[in-house]
Structure formats: C-alpha cells, structure tokens
C-alpha cells in the first residue's frame, strides 16, 4: 500500500494523543498499598516489575526465559499467553506508555516512532471490533472527537501502528473465530503494523495465528527473584506514602521475605503480580499474619477491601448508603453471576443497576439504605472491587475477582448443574476451581462425578478436559470422601501417560496432585522419561523434585538437559544438591541465571559447559566461574551489553554459543569459535 504523508494537523494530534494515552494508562492497581490514603493505585514507571517471557509450551523452542523487551525485540506478531493475575495487561500498558512517552529501552528500538492502540476485546465483546476510525472512541479516549478524519486508517496503512490486543479470552467462545478473521484481515491490510495480542492459555489453541506468522510466548511464573523484588518495593511504595505504621514496614518486608522463601503454599501463590500483590497487603493489613490456601486469601481480602477500607480511612457514609461487609458481597455477587451467565466481563451501568434492582428486596439491609443507583454508586465508589473503564460501563478490577465472586453466587444457589454444562468452556475453569473450594463435602463430591460422568453434547476432547479438570480441583477440597478422591485418580491415572511433548507440558496445568499420579521412572524407557521428565518439571513446586530423583541418573541427553533447564522454578540449594549434582555432565549446558546458581554451581566444583540466561557482568562471571580453567563452552542466551574480550579470563574455552536472537558479538579472542544459534 503507498504510505501517505503525515499532514501537520496529524503530527499536532499525535503529539496529543500519546500525551492523554500514557496519562490515561501509567497507573497500575495495587492492592492494599496503603487502606488509609487512597486510591490504591500508583504510578506504572515507578511501580511495574519486568514481566519475563518464554516460548510457548507447546514449541519445540528452547530459548531460556527472557524479559519481555528482548522476547519482544524484532517480532513484529505476538500472541502472548498467561493465566489470570499473571500481568498481560500490565505488559500492554507498559508498551503503550513507553511508546507514547518515547522511553522505550534500546531492545523495543526498532517501536519508537510508532503510535500505540490499545485495545481490550471485553470493549468489543458484544458489537466486534471497531474499524480504525472507531478505534478511540470505542475505548473512550477523551482524544475520540478530535482526531482527524481518516488519522487511524493514515497510521495503519503508513505502518506506523502498535496494535495491542489485549484479552481475546475476554470474547464469548463463539465469537473467538471472528475475531481471529479480524486479526487475519488487519495483518493483510495493514502488513506494517506491529500487533500484540494476549490470552489466557486455554482460550484459544496453540498455533490459532501460526499462518499470520504470529510468534506465541507465555509469561513465565514469577521467580524467585522476581518475587523478592515485587515485595521489596511493594513496602517502598507504602512506605512512600508515610502511613502511621511506617515504622514497622521494614519489619513487615523481612518476614514476609522469609515466608514466601520457607512456606510452599505460599510460594506457589506468589508467582503472579496479582497473588504477590495480595499477599503484601494482607501480611500488613494483619499484622504480619497470612491466611492458608486461595480460599481464605480471597476471603481475607474481600474482608480487607470490603470491611477495612472505610474504617481504616475512617471515612463517613458521605452518600447515604453504609453497607456492611456481607450485603456488600451479596450483591457484587449478583452483578458477576450476570456475568459468568451472559459470558462478559464488562456490563452495561444500566444493566447493573437492574440487576441491583431486582435482587435489592431480598437483601433489606441494603434496600432500606437507597434505591438501585444510589447502591450501585456506593458499590463503584467505596469496594475497591468495581470500576469503570469507560463511561457507562462496569467491571471488576480483575477478573480473578469476578471468578471467585461468580463462583460463590454459583455454590449459593446449588446450581452445579450450571456448572457441569459449561465445565469443557475454558473460561469457567477458575470457577469450578474456586465452586469445589467453596462446596460443602458433599457437594463437592457431586462435582467431581459430575466432571467424571459422561455428559451430553460433549467431545471426546471436551471430556478428557473435564476429566482433568476434576482432578485439578483436588487440590482445592478442604474435605472430601476419600472414596471419591480414589475415583477421580482412577478416572485419570492412564491419562497422565502423555504421549506427546506439548501432552506432557499441559499436563502440568493440572498442579502438584498429577505427581501422585504419574507412573514410576524407573523402568520407563528414555523416550517414555523424557515426556515423565516434560510434566514433572512442568509443575513449579518443589514437591516436583522428590519425583525429579528418580530421573537424574539418566544417561539420556534430552532428559538431563530437561532437568537442568528447570533448575530456575525450584529452591536453589536443594535443587542443586538432589538434582543438579546427579546430572552427567557429558555435553550438557547447565543454564545460570542469577548469582545464587552461579554460586551454587562453583560450589559443586564448576561445569565445563555454561549456559549464560541471565543479566551478569563480566566481572561476576568471572569471578563467579570456577575453575577457570574448566570452562570450554559457553552459550550466551542473553544480551550481556558488552564487547566479549573478558573471555579471556577462561584458557581452556573454545566455543561461544551465541542466541540467534542476540545481536551480533565483538571483541572475541582468538581462538573461541562462534556459534550462532
């Protein structure tokens, strides 16, 4: 398509524009920062934690986890996967700030100059997306009546345009395809254009964009170092803010520190944003206590949005309404019921209010308080739980919340059957999940037969996926009959037999209860170890490792380098010690990627062959590589910044394996050959 030329009056718009756009987006939800100086939100350049990616699961790619700029670096088509609370949304508004601002780091060189649309599909849900020209007032940007005839199509066609798509879970199932043809249409039209696009994992099949070359990558789970970071300086914004317990949030800091370090559980629930975020609060809304399980935390934290936030503000009903903590989730209930039903994450403020209205009469603590709107309003304004995106429209600050408070509605009212008709839709998952938590024994039980039981209209496929499912809700049963935990294993036991890699790896969306399930390595062939080898370390809990034992012995290439390549989701020490040590070192590159496995390496006497996959300084690694003299190949698989001459330092290397999406190396001395990958 011929580029147009960028008219004055356009070049004057723009500059607009990305000054409301990063205004607009350069703010992230924290929960709980601080409960006595609202709003519980802060700046998106001082609070937002590099999101680190990797290949898609269901690839053969074997790159190393990387942060997001380099994942992103020079891949003009992106479909990134992440499960709920894991920060996709966070990720396009931080592209969309750092490109409207033009302070992206040097990796995103090649974005500067572009104009950012974000664009979340739950806008879109009901009426599809909107052509170009529509694209700002269907998100409600103040900027909508004034852009000039034809600018967005100009943007698109000149290849000028950062396309972000975010949510595509966010649409009704039966409506994913058209979506899709819309994203097929944009990339033919508009071959310029750079698009992300993001998706919990499930929504949509692994290679749904392959054929508009669109490269798919996953947020990885916070590591450890990721998690220290969030909540180191989560506690240096509150502590910003100079709130009255100032003086004990080092103290507060510390401990959860160490919690998060020596307690399982809540390892496993920090790994996303969310989680970690929610855990911060908590620790310090309690005083340095932490509730068990996903359950009570969501409990904890509606008592702390819903309860606390007012008396610790000390705040006064300023609009005539005061509810108290349960009418207030009765009726949030109410509106996320609707939604679970109507398949949206977003409602109309007028559907809202009805359906306020129509449930008020039951709930007379709130009835005698207001009619609909003035609760509707005392909801928006004063739960910390609603918001509105644009004017006119309503949904919950994540949708982790609308789930669990769905899911609540749903166990209410009995209706499992509700749930058993959609348990095979990968958008009521998280629903059932929380429903079993939520669910008396026997309820709970009914549940799980139900998911195990032949169901009407369901796929082969469809069934496997409930199947499973009942065996991930396992692990959420506060109580249940031994007889049917037993059945749901036997259901599923010769289905955690994968016999494929990418079978293997789904396998581990299933969580800790599938090692209890999988059959014992030990006279598995190498093939058969392999796939046992991709699910095991597929499950980022340390309980992993005691199975893990039974594999290192293995003389087989690709099942050591599995092990070795999972090293990063586990407990450094112990993974080095009862996995690490075992491993025959024959050709295999073991990956460092933070100074404690550097270090925990050269304490286990160095290996020969180094895999470089995270941000270390020449003088670390050499200081940290030892002996020295024992190192002969080393494969960078990140961007160091720097020229190679420190290779010098290792008299023995002669091989550099260098990523293929690294740039190019220089200064390397003579003698080491380079490899690039």
């Not at 572009?114 to 529509?134: H, K, Q, Y």
């Not at 929610?278 to 409990?299: F, I, Q, S, T, V």
């Not at 909801?379 to 309503?394: I, Q």
């Not at 990140?638 to 002669?654: C, I, N, Q, R, T």
Request: hydrophobic fraction near 40%; charged fraction near 25%; include cysteine.
């Amino acid at each position: 398509m011929e580029p147009t030329r960028t008219t004055d009056r356009d070049a004057t718009f723009e500059a607009r524009y990305a000054h409301t756009t990063a205004t607009t987006h350069n703010h992230l939800t924290i929960f709980g920062i601080d409960l006595t100086h609202s709003p519980d939100s802060w700046p998106l350049d001082a609070a937002y934690l590099g999101l680190t990616c990797e290949p898609d699961p269901a690839t053969e790619d074997d790159e190393p986890p990387a942060p997001a700029e380099q994942a992103l670096a020079n891949r003009p088509r992106i479909l990134v996967r992440g499960v709920a609370g894991s920060g996709k949304t966070t990720l396009l508004q931080w592209l969309t700030v750092a490109t409207a601002r033009d302070e992206l780091p040097e990796a995103l060189a090649g974005l500067r100059g572009r104009v950012p649309f974000l664009l979340p599909v739950r806008r879109f849900a009901r009426d599809g997306f909107p052509e170009p020209d529509g694209f700002l007032a269907a998100v409600g940007s103040p900027d909508a009546g004034t852009q000039p005839p034809g600018w967005a199509e100009r943007v698109l066609s000149d290849g000028r345009a950062l396309l972000l798509v975010d949510g595509i879970d966010e649409a009704p199932e039966d409506t994913r395809e058209e979506v899709r043809q819309r994203l097929r249409d944009w990339t033919a039209r508009y071959p310029g254009t750079v698009c992300v696009v993001t998706s919990r994992p499930s929504a949509v099949p692994h290679n749904w964009l392959a054929a508009e070359d669109f490269t798919e990558l996953s947020l990885a789970p916070m590591s450890r170092e990721d998690i220290a970071a969030f909540i180191q300086r989560w506690h240096r914004a509150a502590a910003q803010r100079r709130p009255a317990d100032l003086d004990r949030l080092g103290h507060y800091e510390h401990t959860l520190l160490n919690a998060v370090r020596i307690t399982r559980d809540l390892g496993r629930l920090a790994t996303n944003p969310l989680m970690c975020g929610l855990l911060c609060a908590l620790h310090r809304d309690r005083r340095g206590y932490l509730p068990n399980g996903r359950k009570e935390l969501y409990d904890a934290a509606l008592s702390m949005l819903l309860e606390r936030r007012d008396r610790e503000r000390a705040m006064v009903a300023t609009d005539g309404v005061e509810l108290t903590r349960q009418p207030k989730i009765q009726l949030l209930q109410k509106l996320a019921h609707w939604m679970l039903l109507n398949g949206r994450s977003e409602m109309d403020r007028d559907t809202a209010v009805a359906t306020l209205a129509e449930h008020l009469p039951a709930i007379p603590d709130a009835a005698r308080q207001g009619g609909p709107e003035d609760v509707f309003q005392h909801l928006l304004n004063r739960t910390g739980l609603l918001r509105e995106p644009t004017p006119g429209t309503v949904d919950f600050v994540h949708r982790t919340f609308q789930d669990y408070l769905s899911a609540r509605a749903t166990v209410q009212r009995h209706d499992f059957r509700l749930l058993l008709d959609h348990a095979h839709h990968d958008d009521w998952e998280d629903v059932i999940r929380m429903a079993v938590a939520l669910a008396r024994p026997d309820e709970c039980a009914s549940l799980l037969d139900g998911l195990l039981a032949p169901h009407a209209g369901v796929r082969a496929a469809e069934a496997r996926h409930r199947k499973l499912l009942a065996t991930a809700c396992l692990e959420h049963a506060t109580e249940l009959d031994p007889d049917v935990r037993a059945r749901v294993q036997r259901f599923t036991r010769d289905m955690v037999r994968p016999s494929t890699p990418s079978a293997a790896r789904a396998l581990g969306w299933i969580g800790p209860i599938v090692l209890e399930m999988l059959p014992d390595p030990a006279p598995a062939s190498d093939d058969e170890a392999l796939l046992l080898a991709i699910t095991a370390t597929s499950i980022a809990d340390d309980m992993a490792i005691d199975y893990l034992t039974g594999l290192r012995d293995r003389r087989h290439h690709d099942v050591r380098a599995q092990l070795a390549g999972a090293w990063r989701h586990y407990d450094t020490a112990r993974y080095a010690r009862e996995i690490i040590a075992h491993l025959d070192p024959v050709e295999l590159y073991f990956p460092v990627a933070d100074l404690e496995e550097l270090h925990t390496l050269r304490g286990l006497g160095g290996r020969p062959h180094l895999r470089v996959s995270g941000h270390f300084t020449p003088d670390q690694l050499i200081g940290g590589i030892a002996p020295a003299e024992g190192l002969t190949r080393l494969w960078l698989a990140y961007d160091l910044g720097v020229s190679m001459e420190w290779l010098s330092a290792f008299p023995k290397l002669d091989t550099l394996r260098v990523g293929r999406r690294l740039p190019e190396v220089s200064g390397v001395p003579d003698g080491i050959r380079v490899v690039r990958l």
